[in-house]
């Protein structure tokens, strides 16, 4: 990127979430002070700004045609661009011919595995983060029949142990539950223990002003649904899954959910605990996959514990 912008190139950033544009573009304008960085996603105040650096969703990109000479895009594994080929069209548009194109994934789906592995596509691996240490590796935490326990009116004594452990400590985390039903019905007795624990979903009309609040430390604990997935950056937290067993949670969304603790350099520790009724294939796959980069790292010289 700085290459190109030092060669007066326009340089765009790609995602398939609004909440990773509004992560991005702080971070990005502290690294290229001198630039003004657009963000652009829908409702957005830059959208008709003119930028060498532009954030955008790739909805936003069906506005280009030939406009970019360095296209980057993130996440490409994620929903929707992965299942929209009109959005893979849109980045192929609004890139110019003889663009640069890369795209990143910490998840890769088994056919671009399968490409690179080939060598059809060129890739590489960067299995370690820049603070040099150590992607955290998930603790499984049998918790019983969970479900039960909520329909009773109760927190299963492990959740509520765990909960209390970080309330205590000062420590904020996210919880992942399998779905908004769910996570809505059970709110209720995971706010007895603090009442600013809050929930948050795709469909929140108050995502956005709940995401910056977590990032306030206003919120305490904050239950959320798959949406908090990826692409948001709390500096140092816990995190914890409820019903790690149920099919929602696939080998690349726990991988995902665990890359959320540890991001910062300040805090690069942190716990990934998955409460659970039932081992499952994916949990496995999930805890092998970040053992394997880890170990990668270390061979590689990438990480310094």
Request: aromatic residues 10%; glycine residues 4%; positive net charge.
């Amino acid at each position: 990127m700085n290459e190109a912008l030092k060669q007066k190139q326009r340089v765009c950033i790609a995602t398939p979430r609004t909440d990773v544009v509004l992560e991005l573009a702080p971070r990005l304008q502290k690294v290229f002070p001198t630039i003004q960085v657009v963000a652009l996603y829908g409702g957005s105040e830059d959208r008709n700004q003119f930028s060498p650096l532009t954030i955008s969703t790739t909805h936003q990109l069906f506005r280009f045609y030939h406009g970019f000479d360095l296209m980057i895009v993130d996440e490409v594994d994620a929903f929707p661009y992965s299942y929209d080929h009109t959005l893979q069209w849109a980045v192929q548009k609004a890139a110019k011919n003889n663009a640069a194109k890369i795209y990143l994934s910490a998840t890769p789906n088994q056919t671009w595995q399968q490409e690179c592995l080939s060598g059809k596509r060129p890739y590489v691996t960067i299995p370690a983060r820049f603070h040099r240490r150590p992607l955290p590796i998930p603790e499984f935490a049998w918790c019983g029949n969970w479900k039960k326990s909520f329909e009773k009116g109760k927190l299963p004594p492990k959740i509520e142990k765990w909960i209390k452990a970080r309330l205590q400590a000062n420590k904020q985390a996210l919880i992942f539950l399998p779905n908004i039903k769910l996570m809505e019905k059970t709110a209720p007795l995971f706010q007895q223990l603090h009442p600013n624990i809050e929930t948050v979903h795709a469909e929140d009309p108050n995502r956005k002003e709940k995401v910056e609040r977590m990032r306030k430390k206003e919120t305490p604990i904050l239950l959320t649904t798959t949406i908090l997935e990826r692409g948001v950056t709390f500096p140092n937290i816990d995190v914890a899954i409820v019903g790690t067993e149920d099919g929602i949670f696939t080998e690349a969304a726990l991988v995902q959910i665990s890359g959320r603790v540890g991001r910062s350099a300040q805090y690069p520790k942190g716990t990934i605990t998955f409460f659970h009724h039932g081992k499952t294939m994916a949990m496995n796959r999930a805890y092998s996959h970040i053992v394997q980069m880890n170990r990668e790292a270390r061979e590689r010289g990438l990480i310094d514990a």
